[in-house]
C-alpha cells in the first residue's frame, strides 16, 4: 500500500505540471527561460589578440582607416591601431577588402603569425597581413552602424577688413558591402560691412564598387555662389573612378564622368542648360595615432561640352586635428574659378581659408 501510494503522488506530481494551460503561466515560464538564456545570446565572443600579450574581448565593428573599433563591456568603443594587433578571431560573417581591392566573405581566425588573420572562407582559410587591409564591414550591422560622419562649424572676424565669415560643413556617408551613399552640404556666409555674399553648395552620391579598384557613381548636386554671380546651378551626372593607391593610411583615385546642368545668373537672370566632362584627382592622408590628423586634397575640372572652351575648375584642401576624442580644429582652402561665367560681369574666381570646430562620429 505504501508503495502504491507514493507512485499515485509521484503521477499526481507529474500530471500537475504537464496540464499547466494558463497563459499567465505560459508566459511567466517564457519570460523566465528569455532571462536565463539572454545572457548567453549577448556576450561579445570577439577576441583582439594585442603583440604585448594582452587580449581585449568584445563585439568587432568594423576596420577602417588602419583602426580597428571594438565595442566592449567595461570600456564602450575602443579603437585599436593596426599595427598593435598580433591577431583577430570572430565567428562572425564580414566583408574584407584588400589594398588590391579584391574582397572576401567570411569570418576570422587567429594566427599564429604577428599581425596576420585568417579569413575563413566557403573552401578554403586565407592568411592576411592587417597592413593589406583597408576595410572590415560587418554583414550584420543595423542601419546606424554603418552611418559614418561629420560636422564643422566655423565663425571668423577679421578687424581690419569688417569681415564677419560664418561656415557649417557636414558629411554623412552610409556604406553597406557594393554601395556606399554620401550627402555633403556645405554653406559659407560673408558680411563685409552689410553686403553679404554665399557659397552653398549640396550634393548626395550613390558610389557602386566594381571588382578589383573600380567603381561607378551617380550624384545630383547643388550650388549657388553670389560672388560668381550664381543664382544656382542644378548638376546630375553619371561617372566611375579608379583607386591608384589606397592602404590603412592614404588613398589616391581619379574620377570622370558626364553631368548635365541647369544654371541661373542673379544681375540679368540669365538661364543656361549645360554639359560637361568631369575630370578629377582627390588624395587622402589618415594618421590614427592621438592626435589624429585627417587631410584631404583634391580639384575637378569641368570641361564645357555646350560653350567650347569653358572651364570650371574647383580645388579644396582641408586639414583637421583632434584635440579630444571625435573633437576636431580644422583648417578649409577651397578656390573656384570658371574662365567664362555666364554674366560677363561676373567675377572669374572666388576662393577662401576657414578654420572651424568640428565632430566625427
Not at 508566459?27 to 581585449?56: E, W
Not at 599581425?115 to 592576411?128: A, H, L, M, Q, Y
Request: proline letters at 2%.
Amino acid at each position: 500500500m505504501g508503495t502504491r501510494h507514493s507512485v499515485n503522488d509521484e503521477l499526481n506530481y507529474m500530471e500537475g505540471i504537464f496540464k499547466i494551460k494558463s497563459p499567465k503561466c505560459i508566459f511567466i515560464l517564457l519570460a523566465g527561460l528569455f532571462l536565463l538564456t539572454a545572457p548567453l545570446h549577448s556576450q561579445k565572443t570577439d577576441t583582439v589578440y594585442l603583440k604585448n600579450g594582452d587580449r581585449i574581448t568584445g563585439e568587432l565593428k568594423k576596420f577602417e582607416d588602419g583602426l580597428l573599433f571594438l565595442k566592449t563591456d567595461a570600456m564602450e568603443t575602443v579603437e585599436i591601431g593596426y599595427d598593435r594587433i598580433f591577431t583577430v578571431y570572430s565567428a562572425k560573417f564580414f566583408e574584407f577588402r584588400t589594398t588590391s581591392g579584391y574582397r572576401y566573405y567570411g569570418s576570422v581566425l587567429n594566427s599564429a603569425d604577428t599581425g596576420t588573420i585568417n579569413i575563413v572562407i566557403i573552401s578554403d582559410t586565407v592568411p592576411k597581413p592587417l597592413w593589406d587591409i583597408v576595410q572590415i564591414t560587418s554583414m550584420k550591422n543595423r542601419f546606424f552602424q554603418k552611418i559614418d560622419g561629420s560636422v564643422d562649424v566655423g565663425l571668423n572676424y577679421t578687424k581690419a577688413s569688417d569681415v564677419l565669415q560664418f561656415s557649417f560643413i557636414s558629411s554623412v556617408v552610409y556604406r553597406t558591402a557594393d554601395y556606399s551613399t554620401r550627402l555633403d552640404l556645405s554653406s559659407i556666409v560673408s558680411d563685409q560691412g552689410g553686403d553679404l555674399t554665399r557659397n552653398n553648395d549640396g550634393s548626395i552620391g550613390l558610389t557602386r564598387y566594381l571588382e578589383g579598384k573600380w567603381f561607378a557613381n551617380a550624384q545630383i548636386k547643388g550650388q549657388q555662389n553670389t560672388e560668381l554671380d550664381l543664382d544656382y546651378r542644378l548638376l546630375i551626372g553619371l561617372g566611375g573612378g579608379y583607386d591608384i593607391v589606397r592602404t590603412n593610411a592614404q588613398r589616391l583615385y581619379v574620377v570622370t564622368g558626364v553631368l548635365a546642368n541647369r544654371e541661373r545668373t542673379i544681375e540679368e537672370g540669365l538661364q543656361s542648360n549645360n554639359v560637361e566632362l568631369l575630370a578629377g584627382v582627390h588624395y587622402k592622408w589618415f594618421k590614427y595615432r592621438h592626435p589624429k590628423i585627417d587631410i584631404t586634397s583634391g580639384f575637378d575640372l569641368y570641361p564645357s561640352m555646350t560653350t567650347l572652351g569653358r572651364i570650371r575648375f574647383e580645388y579644396d584642401l582641408a586639414a583637421k586635428v583632434e584635440v579630444v576624442k571625435d573633437v576636431f580644429l580644422g583648417l578649409t582652402l577651397y578656390d573656384n574659378f570658371d574662365n567664362n561665367p555666364s554674366a560677363s560681369s561676373a567675377s572669374k574666381n572666388d576662393w577662401g581659408i576657414i578654420t572651424s570646430l568640428g565632430y566625427t562620429f
